[in-house]
């Protein structure tokens, strides 16, 4: 009579492992999108040098309007368009935040002021740069809000190309901003809408999420 068969050693403790792994698997992927998402909101400017037909700030910090204008008065871009503007805040307003007299800048600044949201920069951004016949934008907003805003402008702009100009704000720039808990509740929430729109997340939900930073 053959003997019979022995059964594999170890297997038993193998799916063992395996069953523990299931639930810390989704913590696991999510943990390295993080980290990615802090390598994508840490880069620099993407061909600072090159010139691009047009240039698109994204509201959100006095610093974000200063580099825009700063931008066009070096010739970076030839008109510039900042998105989200307060109703009453005017382009003298703006210039004075850079130095800038309003009339080095007259006839080449658009204020957009219908968005209240980054998908909503994106529709006025991908609107303005259609009007204008614009092949290039240089996109100006914070290094954590960039990934999610070159999301949205990407799928309202695919035919126009993205040269991001990211800022690190000051609050980030300041000592010991790595140790506080604000620093990284305000990287964590920014992480979660850039999942939401990677999703492509619509509606009242998404609303929600979708505010500016």
Request: charged share 20%; proline share 8%; glycine share 10%.
């Amino acid at each position: 009579m053959a003997p019979a068969a022995r059964r594999p050693e170890g297997r038993p403790g193998r799916r063992r492992w395996l069953l523990l792994l299931v639930p810390v698997l989704p913590l696991l992927l999510l943990g390295a999108g993080f980290l990615r998402f802090l390598a994508l909101a840490a880069a620099g400017p993407e061909a600072p040098e090159r010139l691009a037909d047009g240039i698109a700030v994204l509201t959100g910090g006095a610093e974000r309007v200063e580099t825009g204008l700063r931008l066009l008065r070096d010739g970076r871009g030839r008109l510039l368009l900042v998105s989200g503007v307060h109703p009453q805040v005017t382009l003298g307003d703006l210039a004075r935040l850079a130095a800038l007299p309003p009339e080095a800048v007259s006839g080449r600044v658009t204020l957009g002021r219908a968005a209240t949201t980054t998908r909503g920069n994106a529709t006025e951004i991908a609107a303005w740069a259609r009007a204008e016949h614009l092949a290039s934008l240089r996109i100006v907003t914070a290094g954590y809000h960039m990934p999610r805003a070159l999301l949205e402008l990407r799928r309202a702009l695919p035919e126009v190309a993205l040269l991001p100009y990211p800022l690190l704000p000051a609050p980030l720039r300041e000592a010991g901003a790595a140790g506080r808990l604000h620093t990284w509740s305000l990287l964590g929430r920014e992480y979660l809408k850039y999942l939401a729109v990677r999703a492509g997340l619509t509606g009242p939900a998404a609303g929600a999420l979708d505010a500016r930073s």
